[in-house]
């Protein structure tokens, strides 16, 4: 009927204007660092947003940002260190959180009660940072990791296991009881049926939880602004640094936030099946239901 057709029309209308004002917010500060990256200095301050109609673009701190990139406190080393503690701290939370995960798999198979071990799971996330940070600079002054990428991964760790052994657990729940029990029958040992059995169909989720630690690592601040001196600086405080006594270093900013921005999405771009399919709840209940 027309008078249905019409209501329908308006919806897709108002979803896709949505989804549209969701799109432009997000790509806005991409936009705003690449425009910024690209001006003259006399252009900083001014409400110039559309290349060569408003302003003439220029190379010229991409140039100056490619000669300092190397140096102690350029970029450069902000994101090799940002790279190496995403890095481990992505293996290392999905290595324990995966074996937490599958502990409690198996005390969930048993019929025993898990949610105080999950309640604990999530209490680092309950509390602030700024209750901890004085304990944890203390702790790693006394094992002598001060101003060390291992003390992050320490404590970036710490903030991306609860994460981890969520997203696992609630999609090892999903494996029905008697594929496990059919490995058992068939001599399967605890290790071997985690191995051989969860990871193959978990893959998914472990790439997604994956990627999300390494999000949360690539992304911290306040435990790396504690810890770093002169060696474990991060890509956040490369940024941070551009705020000095005389002022805010502007032919750095644009390309700085661009360098440091654009390589998590890209890399969620490139692994979107794998997140998507990992981290949807209930799909491997419904693909054996199929």
């Avoid at 998507?276 to 693909?287: A, F, I, M, P, Y």
Wanted: some cysteine; overall charge neutral; proline content about 6%.
């Amino acid at each position: 009927m027309p008078g249905i057709k019409i209501v329908r029309h308006w919806r897709y209308g108002l979803v896709y204007l949505v989804l549209l004002f969701v799109l432009a917010l997000t790509i806005f500060p991409f936009w705003c660092a690449l425009v910024l990256s690209i001006k003259y200095e006399g252009d900083f301050f001014q409400p110039k947003y559309i290349p060569f109609l408003q302003f003439q673009p220029t190379l010229e701190h991409w140039l100056l940002e490619w000669r300092v990139f190397g140096e102690p406190y350029g970029l450069g080393r902000g994101l090799l260190n940002s790279l190496i503690v995403g890095t481990l701290t992505s293996g290392v939370s999905l290595i324990l959180g995966g074996l937490a995960a599958f502990g409690l798999r198996l005390m969930r198979g048993d019929r025993l009660s898990i949610w105080p071990l999950l309640g604990l799971f999530l209490i680092p996330h309950l509390v602030p940072p700024m209750v901890v940070v004085i304990p944890y600079a203390m702790m790693m002054h006394w094992l002598g990791l001060d101003d060390t990428l291992l003390a992050l991964v320490f404590a970036h760790v710490s903030l991306a296991l609860p994460l981890t052994v969520m997203i696992l657990y609630s999609v090892m729940t999903e494996v029905s009881d008697e594929l496990l029990d059919a490995a058992r029958v068939d001599g399967c040992g605890w290790l071997a049926l985690l191995r051989q059995i969860m990871v193959p169909i978990l893959f998914p989720a472990l790439l997604g939880a994956g990627i999300l630690c390494f999000a949360q690592s690539w992304n911290e601040f306040f435990f790396a602004l504690v810890n770093a001196r002169q060696v474990a600086w991060t890509a956040p405080l490369s940024i941070a640094s551009l705020i000095t006594k005389d002022g805010i270093e502007f032919e750095y900013v644009g390309s700085h936030l661009l360098l440091v921005m654009l390589p998590l999405p890209l890399v969620l771009l490139l692994a979107q099946r794998w997140v998507v399919r990992g981290l949807s709840l209930g799909l491997l209940k419904e693909e054996g239901s199929k």
